[in-house]
């Protein structure tokens, strides 16, 4: 298992509850392809710093997940054709991160110390 960081940014015109059910959407995905999510952080409405497809903002989500990445190829490509989602980024953590943000739970830093 490898610790990831995931961050959709998505289409700011959507109502409220389109981005919710997208957002446990790709909650779902990472499970169903046997990842865990850890967290979830919504970062709310924010402005672009220049514009992306005639968009001056957009609805950033962040997820802390791990997994491994070969399972997590399909949800990048989900992510790619969805026509909610501006721009997304998936970013492996690097092990020393991952256990110091506390994603590998107690048996995996114990063991890479030893």
Do not use: C, N
Request: glycine letters at 8%.
């Amino acid at each position: 298992m490898r610790a990831y960081e995931l961050m959709v940014i998505f289409d700011s015109g959507l109502d409220d509850q389109v981005i919710d059910d997208q957002v446990k959407s790709v909650a779902a995905q990472v499970v169903a392809r046997g990842g865990a999510v850890a967290t979830t952080d919504r970062w709310g409405r924010r402005r672009f710093a220049y514009e992306i497809d005639h968009k001056q903002e957009g609805y950033y989500v962040v997820w802390e997940i791990t997994g491994d990445g070969a399972d997590l190829e399909a949800l990048e490509r989900s992510l790619r054709l969805a026509d909610e989602v501006v721009r997304h980024k998936l970013v492996r953590l690097p092990d020393r991160e991952a256990a110091r943000r506390g994603l590998f739970g107690q048996a995996e830093p114990a063991a890479s110390a030893g």
